[in-house]
């Protein structure tokens, strides 16, 4: 086993997964499992969104519905969209690109603000 390697006694180092006989055997059975995980866990996603979470009230015990907080709406709605680029193969995040030009008469401004600052 190579270091940094993952290994099990079923399947071997993880690079050889994909083509070992129980993934052969199993792989499609796998991939199935986890899409219907995707679905479902997004259909209670919805589910919570439209109706609120299920909470047991502490004064009769009882479950009640109450709304979802803004802050885990938030994040909610952050890792969708997220997912969602990615899915449609769509970038995520944005990265400025400045020339190296631009760049040297920039950090030249700044150190010469410094050096004026300093005075």
């Known amino acids: 086993m190579r270091p940094g390697s993952l290994q099990s006694p079923y399947l071997g180092e993880r690079e050889n997964w994909g083509t070992s006989e129980v993934w052969c055997e199993y792989g499609e059975e796998i991939n199935a499992n986890l899409a219907q995980i995707v679905r479902e866990s997004g259909e209670q996603v919805l589910d919570r969104i439209g109706n609120g979470d299920v909470i047991r009230d502490p004064k009769t015990g009882e479950l009640v519905r109450v709304s979802m907080r803004g802050k885990d709406l938030a994040i909610t709605g952050a890792v969708a969209f997220d997912k ?3 899915a449609e193969a769509q970038p995520t995040s944005i990265v ?3 020339e190296t030009s631009a760049q040297i008469e920039r950090l030249a401004r700044e150190f010469a603000a410094i050096s004026l ?3």
């Open 96 to 98: 400025r690109h400045e």
């Open 84 to 86: 969602l680029r990615l």
């Open 117 to 119: 600052a300093g005075r």
